[in-house]
């Protein structure tokens, strides 16, 4: 069993992705993580913020190793799980869960955490870029697309559990899918 400091993390980052960074206090996070609040206060001294920060590691460290999975797959193929990964999270969630780097990015003012998510979301970037690259795109291609892809996919994400439904993500999705097959076509033939 997860010790209290990673279940504590575990449940922010859960929380966050579900709720938001304003409606996930440190009461719901005790609750989430089940621990006590000795627990709380002696793994996280700063706080929440700390707490957060570390939630939105592991975030970026969980989508990491999910993109490592794909390497060496054709580019096509890389946009196909990426998406399909995502259409699971919101079929699953009834659209209640979105990214909890999201969450946290458009929530705070806080300079460290938003350091953080720029350092998650960068790190995405550049491993989507690196395993698109590996599939066929072009690098200035690949790294275009990898933004445009996790771009895309995340303001879809926020339109369906806004609009409680599949529709925006799928519309979306599709879209990419167009344009990686159109920059796939574009390369010389051998």
Known sequence: MAGARERIVEGTAGLLARRGLQATSLSEILAASKVARGSMYHS???????????????????????????????????????????RLLLSRSDCTTGCAVVAVTVASDSKRLLDDAADVF?????????????????????????????????????????ERNLEPFELTAEQLLDQVRALLRELPRP
């Open 122 to 162: 960068r790190g995405w970037r550049d491993r989507l870029t690196q395993l698109l690259e590996r599939g066929g795109l072009p690098a200035p291609r690949a790294a275009g697309f990898a933004t445009l892809l996790l771009a895309a996919t995340e303001g879809a994400v926020v339109m369906a559990r806004a």
């Open 44 to 86: 996280f001294p700063d706080g929440k913020e700390q707490v957060v920060s570390e939630a939105l590691g592991l975030a970026g460290q969980r989508t990491t190793a999910w993109l490592e999975r794909w390497d060496g797959d054709p580019a096509e193929q890389v946009t196909q799980r990426f998406l399909h990964a995502w």
